[in-house]
């Protein structure tokens, strides 16, 4: 399967400019047979609504709630876990065994699933977050993009920022959520598609999803890990424009840098550990046009100080200048005009947009990161080879490095749901 | 790839700034060889920005075609 379909997808140079397009199909919504599996950890209010929504408004959608060992004593999170149970017989309760993080849920419900309904599985696999606010539609515009085309493996949907107006940084993060979806959308039929579809809300077709066996556990991203691999085995994925959704965002500023720490490190793993690289093709060019950027300044910097000078003509610094301010104003302005598809925008959001610098601030925050990603993943390259029986001094060095990064908020393990 | 706001890697603005930065240090400096080496990089910033535009604006239009009113790009 996965060789054929590696096959058929050639490389083609003008999928930069012309995005490819896959013969269409038609789908019956109606009779389609979907589940939707919701990992939760503590689930509250926005849990039970979203499984009541999911009851009222797709009747052919079974779910599936798994508790990640939640905390017994957690009294109030039980309750409403009991609650969603009793929505309907069309939601089933599940519980691991031991607390097995969010790709450890999902394959516990996959596992149940295919054990359940081996006779009769379903076309469609929806992955949720506990904490997604969809409305009527979401749902069924998801599942019909994703049973379009034969090739298509997974569908995602627009993600759009519930707490948007709480601070400024959310509202910053509700902004860049839109550029997400636009790079997204940008991304469809460029090298099988977008990098990540996202944990969020996806639509896997359960042919796909068995390819590929089941989540990395362990993995920090595990939605951008099981999206290469599902383009590695010759899948397609794309963004659904008219599947709607909304998530928490973190409030401040430490829970962010917690959060892209996290997704900055994995993406950084994820096309370490990749094996067929055109399936991370839009991170590949990103990195390298970053680092490329990054030793070229360093050069610039150190001829500047050392260097005797030459005969440039001040031509060629002047096109670096233009193209530079070209690149702002045709950026600007198409940020301005994704401002027109942002239903959720008020007057303090157009203020952040058009005043620039706070985005600025924003994305150079996230270059930092990104630079702290690099130097993590380079620090464990270098200290794999520490063992219990290295010098004490490269022992101490390595935990040393180590309580630095994780201060830092470096790790490598997902612990967001252990606490 | 390029994203348009923030995201894993590149910034308009960031770039922008960085091209300034860079086209007056040059200025200063004078170094051929890395004043070339920088108008080509900058010039396939420019590039892939457009083309990841193009591919949106033809993606935009194909999709408009297929959903139906009040669905965003």
């Known amino acids: 399967m996965s060789r054929t379909r590696r096959e058929r997808t050639k490389i083609e140079l003008k999928q930069f400019v012309l995005p490819r397009t896959y013969p269409k199909e038609d789908f019956d919504y109606d009779t389609a047979k979907i589940s939707a599996l919701i990992p939760t950890y503590k689930p509250g209010p926005l849990t039970l609504r979203l499984v009541e929504d999911l009851v009222r408004w797709d009747p052919n959608v079974d779910i599936y709630l798994i508790d990640d060992s939640t905390p017994t004593t957690c009294t109030e999170s039980h309750a409403y876990y009991l609650r969603s149970g009793t929505v309907s017989s069309r939601v089933t309760l599940l519980r691991t065994p031991k607390n097995a993080l969010k790709a450890g849920a999902l394959n516990y419900g996959l596992k149940h699933i295919f054990a359940v309904q081996k006779n009769k599985l379903p076309e469609v696999i929806l992955t949720l977050d506990d904490d997604v606010v969809i409305t009527r539609d979401t749902i069924k515009n998801l599942v019909i993009e994703l049973m379009s ?271 | 790839m390029l994203n348009f706001n923030g995201g894993t890697t590149i910034s308009g603005t960031s770039i922008a700034t960085l091209g300034l930065f860079v086209g007056s240090m040059l200025l200063r400096s004078g170094d051929v060889v890395i004043a070339i080496c920088f108008l080509v990089l900058t010039t396939a910033y420019v590039l892939l920005m457009l083309a990841t535009l193009c591919r949106y604006v033809v993606n935009y239009r194909r999709n408009m075609r297929l959903t139906p009113p009040n669905s965003t790009g």
Not at chain 1, 261 to 275: E, L, P
Not at chain 1, 362 to 384: C, D, E, H, K, P
């Open chain 1, 149 to 419: 085309s034969a090739e298509l493996g997974a569908v995602c949907s627009q993600c759009r920022v519930l707490n948007k107006n709480k601070n400024t940084l959310t509202r910053l993060q509700g902004l860049e959520y839109l550029g997400f979806n636009a790079t997204r959308l940008a991304d469809e039929g460029f090298f099988r598609g977008p990098l990540v579809m996202h944990g969020m809300l996806t639509a896997f077709r359960t042919e796909a999803l068995r390819t590929v066996r089941s989540f990395a556990e362990g993995h920090l991203i595990e939605d951008y890990e099981i999206t290469a691999r599902l383009k590695s085995s010759g899948w397609v994925v794309k963004t659904a424009v008219s599947s709607e959704a909304w998530t928490v965002v973190p409030d401040s500023f430490g829970k962010l840098w917690k959060q892209r720490t996290r997704w900055s490190y994995g993406g950084v793993v994820v096309i370490n550990n990749v094996r067929y690289l055109p399936s991370v093709m839009q991170d590949l060019i990103g990195h390298g046009m970053f680092w490329m950027t990054i030793i070229l300044l360093d050069v610039l910097i150190m001829s500047s100080i050392f260097g005797r000078g030459g005969s440039l003509s001040p031509e060629i610094p002047y096109a670096i200048i233009a193209l530079s301010v070209f690149q702002l104003i045709v950026w600007y302005v198409f940020q301005l005009w994704l401002m027109r598809l942002y239903k959720d925008k008020d007057a303090y959001d157009w203020l952040l947009r058009l005043a620039l610098v706070p985005e600025f601030l924003y994305t150079n925050v996230l270059t930092v990161i990104l630079i702290g990603s690099y130097l993590f993943l380079f620090f464990n390259a270098v200290t794999r080879s520490v063992t219990r029986r290295s010098h004490a001094f490269a022992r101490s060095a390595v935990a040393f490095g180590q309580a630095l990064f994780r201060a830092c908020g470096y790790t490598k393990s997902w612990g967001t749901r252990t606490t």
